[in-house]
């Protein structure tokens, strides 16, 4: 934090460090041992609690948990407060010190103290914070000490304020005075910065105050917050602040929280304090004891983003840490000090070029090679970008943020500038997603985990446009198999443009939907579905689920099966058998604890299985559509239905769970989304079969009667049917279809008057009257037309009819005619005409050809309104069924008017009884008979409504005779209250007459008009859809006379008794007519299949034709082109400005680099003799900026490809130990290179084997007898780069400077020798094959790791004296292995000898090495041997062969030596 912006917060960081860890599940999903109505009704309740038990909770927790500091001794300071009052040490006056701290008493110590005089307490400031004024939005806020653990914090952030775990973390840094930037950019800035925390779920930490840099932020969440709708979604800002630098902090202090706390933003009062952001959601703000004291909350903040960026968050079987990005607007020295921990600890940066100073500095310089970035040149930024405070920049500043400035641009993919309309960006949250994922690509991954680790951070984010510009790439083809596990991640969290992109690169769903995925998936259904509810009642009612089968998960396919059946309906068999006793488990995937960790674990390893152990699925695009559609997923269930082969079927039967669905779901907007998504599948099933019923009526016929194996063996018209699609069985295709069905084998040209004929007279079917389809039949003139044309449902329906004429006739004629006392003959004809009838019936109710129970055929049966009719018929001796086609709707406009009459009468009888208790009162004086009350208040105010109207109500026709005076006549009611005397009414005459017209005009003109209303409404709804309702019920109709016998009653008896003899007594089973269920030849039904398919992409085409033709959508395309044309003419005028720029300072190069190849013209001329010094051109000098010296030109060249000079050996923080190295840039590494201001700290670790290491070197007597560049003793102190200079009796590195005097943590002054084996061998794969890859063949290399260690490293280190083995291969190899090895070093091959760049080497101390490659060429019994000998004694020592590649996770030195190796080899690399 720069001094002159302390007042307004700090936004720096002491570290980014990621390291792997997991967060331990904060809660277990409740027990489902519940009842089926309790889970159903506590679905989406189980986990809320009302706002007053949350403050409850709140309020008992944070004073157990959290604390504040406070000052328990007042101690005067010398300085005064702003208000001149006398002040504590800690910045507190008398008065807001507690009554201990200011009591009398002795103070121990001579100065304040703030680790002793400093206690914890209770905090006394947290809940929810409101800004007076300003937006009514409530924010949450807490006041803690600067020692609470990142845990708790971590813990009150997301179980007790309700923050979801974040999917990225965004650190923003910069300044913290207010600064100016340029409109256009500080648009951009707070649109990107908003959008990518929006979009991927991200929590943005800030400093909280209403000034600088998070002011910035907090005006991007305003702006965002008011163009924004409700669903959208809060952005997360969360502001961490020092709780004593906060104005008007008084309103915060609520002991037992404020619910809410008010805050007065006051920037006028502030003075040296600063005011809270009122666009942030959050503030976490850090105690330490004092007043006006900043940057308190600066090691908190790095240590809460630190832990967080540790925690890892799973979602859909897939987890991965929590990334973090560091963004950069301005800033100072403290910024700079910010972005270098950042980058030093692998946290990617985002610099913002154009927002001033610190930012600017490091985005002039990021692009240039490390050796143009000098002192000079720094200087001279420093100078433009600072010219208020250059002046207070000492030369050692300069140094240092040199320096800096080198390493941060050393790490240029930790780097990313943002240029506003530069280099193609134009959004600063693609920036930000690229930053992280071009971090990602530097991590030390391998192949293809360092892609699956970049395409997880996307998945995460839902950033389907990242993932399909930076990741899905020509530089990377994926393997359908590699991207299983993001697919199941992209299911699970909903994420459905993911799906669609796995799907175009290649996913195929059958290879990807196994028994264990799909059950994976069941598993990880929302909770909040009705789905989930009912697959928790099957379970619940399952008792031998525990004793059965207690080691497997709970949910199995089969109970998935058993609520499909519900919802499908009984005509489908199980989706899913239940396995059978015998059966091992078939569930592969450690289910349900899944954790994909993207450390270095690879997701497809989960997914590998051997062929034996798949199991898939029938149909997987069926299985995915079901596991869609039951959680009413409307966009994942489109992408997955246009994968479907069976694709009318698959909408039909989605139908229908959505209809089945809605009518369960509590929700009323979720039911009616169900509805409208049950409509739209039955408009794409019509639109499906219209493109196949276009192409060929005959084959899209058979696709109504096709037996669908994967939908539970039943047929697309009978789902249509199941789902009550009227739409969808009016079409007239499929009226077609009934129609060739209704006239069996006759041909529908046959006018109905030639089917009467040949029924009345049947040889003249002999004749050729009727025509036949079949061509055989029309030829033929025997029997088989005769059976043909009898067994034609028109035929079986027409002789019905004539059948239930006479029989009426007949029983007429016995009714009126031939009614004898005892029973004639044709009294007894018709007992047996009913019989028969009755028979006929039962037969239907038994008729079972699909083997589905008694039970459920009679369910079916009288479920049936048409069979109840058909009782109906037979006892009243109707003939109801001869005019269905008219009577049908009209029964259910009856039907349903019928519901309207019910809720009429309710109202109506509010009326009723209102005016007759009313009038009784007023009429009748105490009526004690209750028949009469009844009479008097309901019955005659019923008839009232009809026009009968009460004689004595008005006292006109007022009669003692029609009334008993007592009430004692029990045939007569009781009279009105009369005069005795005058015998008149005595009661209000005037009120009992308005009354009753009031009665009147309600009943008679409001609620009978309203009842023709309803009745109206209800009939014009039921006709509009008339044609569609009898469309639908034919279909019932000529299945039943398709199936019914042909001889009418009472000779249908003959054709029972034949069915008896073949069912009961023959035992041959019942079968369906093939022409409304037909099962296919898998020859055929493929052919049928793939055409559908292909008609199928036609109408989805056609489709997207219509769409893009609707104006609305025209209008939606213009309008997005004519935006891209802008920003694209934009982007135009900023590119061409700023490649201005670049050619400008590409010119600017080469003409520097002609004028040194100019200088060395000349020179060299002039030294050859050639020329004189008169006449010769003056050159201009080359700034020191601007170029090096040309005897530098070799050097620079190397640079260019890499640094000339150690780097590791110069990191400002040396490992393992809080000592800081000077500074020191590249320019002045060499020790001949004058360094007037180096002064580096000396620092000589403590080390336990004292014996073994050189003195620490605080004192030169004992160094004098060390002897360098020689043998000393066991001590090899000669260098391999020849003789080192020895200055004060201590050795000089040979490579230069490195910041840091005495031995560090090394062994010995001067050289430390190493030994580095590398033991290689060729990866094979399982047929004992070399592998290859890129033509070139793979190593395998020994590697070793200690548990604490960071990376894996080669086998080798320091030895012991006299020893030839590094100690670190002892340590994993069997001693009597040992002498061996020896020798196969001793036979290897030496391929590097020399100084290792190391961090701990220093200026008297380093390492060498010499590395010998041990290579394996075959599996030789050597090899074998190694083999087994290889173990570790240490239990924190790990050893395996790692295959060699560029992004192995080595120590850097031990990848250049690997990769040398490699090269020796001609191995890939």
Known sequence: MEPAALKAGSMQEDGFRVQPRRVADLGRVPSLQRSSSSLCRSRRSQYAFSSCEKQENLSSWIPENIKKKECMYFVESSKLSDAGKVVCECGYTREQHLEEAIRPQAFQGNEWDPKKHVQEMPTDAFGDIVFTGLSQKVGKYVRLSQDTPSSVTYQLMTQHWGLDVPNLLISVTGGAKDFNMKPRLKSVFRRGLVKVAQTTGAWIITGGSHTGVMKQVGEAVRDFSLSSSCSEGEVVTIGIATWGTVHNREGLVHPMGGFPAEYIMDEEGQGHLTCLDSNHSHFILVDDGTHGRYGVEIPLRSKLEKFISEQTKERGGVAIKIPIVCVVLEGGPGTLHTIYNAITHGTPCVVVEGSGRVADVIAQVAGLPISEITIALIQQKLAVFFQEMFETFTEGTIVEWTKKIQDIVRRRQLLTIFREGKDGQQDVDVAILQALLKASRSHDHFGHENWDHQLKLAVAWNRVDIARSEIFTDERQWKPSELHPMMTAALISNKPEFVKLFLENGLRLKEFVTWDTLLYLYKNLDPSCLFHCKLQKVLAEEPERVACAPALPAVQMHHVAQVLRELLGDSTQLLYPRPRSSDRPRLLLPVPHIKLNVQGVSLRSLYKRSSGQVAFTMDPVRDLLIWAIVQNRRELAEIIWAQSQDCIAAALACSKILKELSKEEEDTDSSE??????????????????????????????????????????????????????????????????????????????????????????????????????????????????????????????????????????????????????????????????????????????????????????????????????????????????????????????????????????????????????????????????????????????????????????????????????????????????????????????????????????????LLNLLIAMFNYTFQQVQEHTDQIWKFQRHDLIEEYQGRPPAPPPFILLSHLHLFIKRVILKIPAKRHKQLKNKLEKNEEAALLSWEIYLKENYLQNQQYQQKQRTEQKIQDISNRVDTMVDLLEMDRLK??????????????????????????????????????????????????????????????????????????????????????????????????????????????????????????????????????????????????????????????????????????????????????????????????????????????????????????????????????????????????????????????????????????????????????????????????????????????????????????????????????????????
């Open 1136 to 1469: 061409g400005s700023g490649s201005m720029e670049q050619r400008l300072a590409s010119l600017e190069r080469q003409v520097a680099q002609t004028t040194r190849a100019l200088h060395w013209v000349v020179k060299t001329l002039r030294d050859s003799g050639f020329g004189s010094d008169e006449g010769a051109p003056s050159l201009a000098s080359q700034p020191a900026s601007e170029g090096q010296d040309p005897e530098l030109d070799g050097r620079q060249k190397a640079e260019d490809l890499g640094d000339a000079h150690h780097v590791n050996a110069r990191h400002l923080l040396y490992p393992n130990s809080p000592i800081v190295r000077f500074p020191v840039p590249n320019e002045k590494v060499p020790w001949e290179t004058e360094f007037l201001i180096y002064n580096p700290p000396f620092y000589s670790a403590e080390r336990k084997d004292k014996d073994l290491v050189d003195p620490v070197g605080n004192a030169l007597d004992p160094l004098s007898r060390i002897t360098y560049n020689a043998v000393d003793g066991p001590t090899d102190r000669r260098s391999f780069h020849g003789s080192y200079a020895v200055q004060d009796g201590f050795p000089l590195n040979p490579m230069g400077r490195t910041g840091l005097r005495g031995r560090g943590a090394l062994c010995c002054f001067g050289p430390n020798h190493t030994l580095q084996p590398v033991v290689t061998r060729w990866r094979r794969n399982q047929d004992g094959a070399i592998c290859r890859k890129s033509i070139k063949k793979v190593l395998e290399v020994l590697v070793v790791k200690h548990v604490l260690a960071e990376h894996w490293a080669l086998p080798g280190g320091s030895r012991e004296p006299g020893e030839m083995l590094p100690r670190k291969l002892k340590q994993v190899l069997q001693r009597e292995f040992w002498p061996s090895f020896e020798n196969l070093l001793l036979q290897g091959t030496e391929v590097y000898k020399g100084y290792v760049d190391d961090p701990r080497n220093t200026d008297n101390a380093w390492i060498e090495t010499v590395a010998i490659s041990v290579h394996f060429p075959d599996q030789s019994d050597e090899l074998k041997r190694l083999n087994s000998h290889l173990h570790t004694c240490d239990p924190g020592m790990s050893v395996r062969w790692q295959v060699v590649d560029k992004r192995i996770s080595l120590y850097a030195n031990h990848k250049a030596i690997l990769q040398k190796v490699a090269t020796l080899f001609g191995a890939y690399y």
């Open 673 to 1006: 989304e169900m509805l409208a998504l049950a409509d739209q599948y039955e408009l794409r099933a019509i639109g499906v079969f219209t493109e196949c019923y276009r192409k060929d009526e005959e084959r899209a016929q058979k696709l109504l009667t096709r037996v669908s194996e994967a939908w539970g063996k039943t047929t697309c018209l009978q789902l249509a049917l199941e789902a009550k699609d009227m739409k969808f069985v009016s079409h007239g295709g499929i009226q077609a279809f009934l129609t060739k069905v209704w006239w069996g084998q006759l041909s529908v040209d046959n006018g109905l008057w030639r089917v009467i004929l040949c029924m009345l007279a049947f040889p003249l079917l002999t004749t050729g009257l009727i025509s036949f389809r079949d061509r055989r039949l029309q030829a033929v003139r025997g029997l088989a037309r005769v059976r043909a044309f009898f067994n034609a449902p028109v035929v079986i329906f027409h002789l019905n009819i004539l059948s239930y004429f006479s029989f009426l006739c007949l029983f007429a004629y016995v009714l009126m005619v031939d009614f004898q006392p005892s029973p004639s003959w044709c009294e007894r004809l018709i007992y047996l005409w009913l019989f028969s009838l009755v028979c006929e019936e039962l037969r239907q109710l038994l008729y079972d050809p699909d083997e589905c129970g008694l039970v459920k055929m009679a369910l079916l049966y009288f479920s049936d309104f048409w069979n109840k009719l058909d009782i109906a018929a037979i006892l009243l001796f109707i003939a109801g069924l001869t005019c269905r086609k008219t009577l049908g709707p009209k029964i259910i406009i009856v039907k349903r008017m019928m519901k309207d009459v019910f809720f009429f009468l309710f109202l109506l009888a509010v009326w009723v009884v209102s005016f007759g208790v009313a009038k009784q009162a007023i009429l009748i004086h105490n009526e004690s008979r209750v028949d009469w009350i009844f009479r008097g208040v309901v019955y005659q105010s019923y008839l009232t409504i009809f026009g009968q109207m009460p004689a004595y109500i008005d006292g006109v026709n007022f009669s003692l005779d029609q009334c008993s005076p007592n009430g004692t006549d029990p045939y007569k009611p009781k009279c009105p209250e009369s005069d005795a005397t005058r015998h008149r009414p005595i009661f209000p005459e005037w009120l009992t007459v308005i009354l009753l017209c009031l009665y009147l005009l309600f009943t008679n003109i409001l």
